[in-house]
């Protein structure tokens, strides 16, 4: 069941991306709504803000009716626990906002791929969870897989470790990789709706509070009316892998959860072939191959 998690969540955020990029074709432009929640280049300084809040804001409705009566059971230390999570995400996802304001698209993506690696080195040293050297093998190849299709050009390689954003791109990549984690861990010892709920109303509440002090409150619901589709396909799409990521933890290796469900962006790739005829380069397609066969393994290993 806990691989079985692990592929929901590759599906949801890799169907959300390919959804997005989707959008974009039709309209032979990049939408003023896509621009913001991906690159923040369009001059809209609230912008991410406006777009954690309604993810957030949507994930903490949804759920509250599932654990509404499991609130009195928490313990004040289980509340330091889930804050501790929900302060590192919002510190993760700012972070990562940032890095793609900043810096290339295609410099920024291939630094997400050592999530994989920080989460189970977090795993292993402080959970003790023990990976044989099987599945240590399968995550360096998928981590390589990954990092193959996000890189656009190899012949630029060293310059593309020296560019712009690729440094902050290097501290948000540390920072999800201790969300990941910290996901696994509240989800473990609390449950993973509440964890999934908790950080949700954090970061709810935190992004309320900025956009209402820098007088965005028109903008916010404005931003809805004029990218109501995009904004509900990436409330659904993230808020479903996130729980589905959460559930896996509790059942399968923290390390191969995340390795698992990480590989979305392989997905996302592969249906941008398929259905938008993107052209892939050779190298792209062998990590592409490589990063399939390396994940079905890993899954069938566990």
């Not at 499991?70 to 510190?91: P, R």
């Not at 709810?204 to 904004?231: D, P, R, W």
Request: net charge positive; hydrophobic share 60%; aromatic share 10%.
């Amino acid at each position: 069941m806990g691989i079985f998690l692990a592929i929901i969540a590759l599906v949801a955020w890799g169907l959300g991306d390919f959804l997005i990029q989707k959008s974009t074709r039709r309209t032979k432009r990049w939408p003023i709504g896509l621009l913001n929640i991906v690159l923040n280049r369009s001059g809209e300084k609230f912008s991410k803000w406006i777009v954690l809040f309604y993810i957030t804001c949507a994930g903490a409705i949804v759920l509250t009716p599932f654990i509404f009566a499991k609130i009195q059971l928490l313990s004040w230390l289980d509340v330091g626990l889930l804050t501790l999570v929900s302060v590192v995400i919002l510190i993760a996802a700012l972070l990562e906002f940032q890095a793609l304001k900043i810096g290339k698209l295609s410099v920024v993506e291939p630094a997400f791929a050592l999530e994989i690696p920080v989460t189970a080195l977090l795993a292993g040293f402080l959970l003790q969870e023990k990976l044989n050297s099987n599945q240590i093998f399968l995550i360096a190849v998928l981590i390589i897989g990954i990092f193959l299709v996000s890189v656009k050009d190899l012949t630029n390689l060293k310059k593309v470790i020296w560019e712009k954003g690729a440094g902050l791109a290097a501290v948000a990549t540390l920072t999800m990789g201790a969300v990941n984690f910290l996901v696994g861990f509240s989800s473990r010892q609390t449950d993973p709706l509440m964890t999934n709920w908790f950080l949700n109303v954090f970061v709810a509440v935190v992004s309320f509070i900025y956009l209402i002090k820098h007088g965005q409150a028109a903008n916010t619901f404005s931003y809805l009316k004029e990218n109501t589709k995009l904004i509900l396909n990436t409330c659904l799409f993230d808020n479903l892998a996130w729980i589905a990521f959460a559930f896996s933890m509790t059942q399968i290796p923290i390390a191969i959860a995340t390795g698992i469900s990480e590989s979305y962006i392989i997905l996302a790739v592969g249906l941008g072939f398929v259905f938008n005829k993107e052209k892939l380069r050779k190298h792209q397609i062998t990590g592409l191959v490589v990063a399939v066969i390396a994940a079905v393994i890993l899954a069938m290993m566990v």
